[in-house]
Nanobody, 124 residues
Framework: QVQLVESGGGLVQAGGSLRLSCAASGRSFSMYAMGWFRQAPGKEREFAATISRSGGSTYYADPVKGRFTISRDNAKNTVYLQMNRLKPEDTAVYYC?????????????????WGQGTQVTVSS
């Protein structure tokens, strides 16, 4: 069992940056690969980024590639999403999630644990 709590969301102008954090508690954080997903109003939840258990492997969705960076600090039980050059279309609730798959996944169905989400709003 692992509990996830996101923070760092907010309102930012287009072109700006935000860093999301997801703090984990419960079972050993390093046992889980982590992912960030997002859900915009009226749309389905979509994959943004994933990172392996060790942090040595990452994978990004095309819409965020080159602008977002996922990282983790296993000593602090935290995963981050650095978001740069934000666009209005990045506006969404952002969720972190944990999976037992060692390398992570872009498929939401493989994640057994989810945070409550944090709102990111990008104004034009």
């Amino acid at each position: 069992q692992v509990q996830l709590v996101e923070s760092g969301g907010g309102l930012v102008q287009a072109g700006g940056s935000l860093r999301l954090s997801c703090a984990a508690s419960g079972r050993s954080f390093s046992m889980y690969a982590m992912g960030w997903f997002r859900q915009a109003p009226g749309k389905e939840r979509e994959f943004a980024a994933t990172i392996s258990r060790s942090g040595g492997s990452t994978y990004y969705a095309d819409p965020v590639k080159g602008r977002f960076t996922i990282s983790r600090d296993n000593a602090k039980n935290t995963v981050y999403l650095q978001m740069n050059r934000l666009k209005p279309e990045d506006t969404a609730v952002y969720y972190c999630a944990a999976t037992t798959l060692s390398s992570g996944s872009y498929y939401s169905g493989t994640y057994g644990y989810w945070g409550q989400g944090t709102q990111v709003t990008v104004s034009s």
